[in-house]
């Protein structure tokens, strides 16, 4: 089984930055869809950025881009996500997720593919 670990939330200020890990064991050697999500109370589960381990497929929500990086370390099995320029908005629980389904619903790396979760990690900006 995958097991996907997030670390790295925490309280800041707004325009304040945060680094979020993802630290996985039991990859296969298949490649896989890894994203962020998050989801903050009253919400419905938003997903913040994707990027396929393949290479060449990285993508944003139209919220965080020009603010948010997410980038992977092959060698660790672990995926970041940097966050620069924090507002109020991105207060919620983010979760790493990861998907061995490359493409379908016309999109890559489609929602429903994603198939093992992290337990999240709370970010909170304040105003």
């Known amino acids: 089984n995958l097991l996907l670990a997030e670390s790295g939330g925490g309280s800041v200020q707004t325009g304040g930055s945060l680094r979020l890990s993802c630290e996985g064991s039991?990859?296969?050697?298949?490649?896989?869809?890894l994203g962020w999500f998050r989801q903050a109370p009253g919400k419905e589960r938003e997903r913040v950025a994707i990027?396929?381990?393949?290479?060449?497929?990285?993508a944003y929500a139209d919220s965080v881009k020009g603010r948010f990086t997410i980038s992977q370390d092959n060698a660790k099995k672990t995926l970041f996500l940097q966050m620069n320029n924090l507002k109020p908005e991105d207060t919620a629980t983010y979760y790493c997720?990861?998907?061995?389904?490359?493409w379908g619903g016309g999109s890559h790396c489609p929602d429903g593919g994603f198939g093992y979760w992290g337990q999240g990690t709370q970010v909170t900006v304040s105003s």
């Open positions: 997720a990861a998907s061995t389904v490359l």
């Open positions: 039991g990859y296969t050697n298949s490649d896989y869809c």
């Open positions: 990027i396929w381990t393949g290479g060449g497929i990285i």
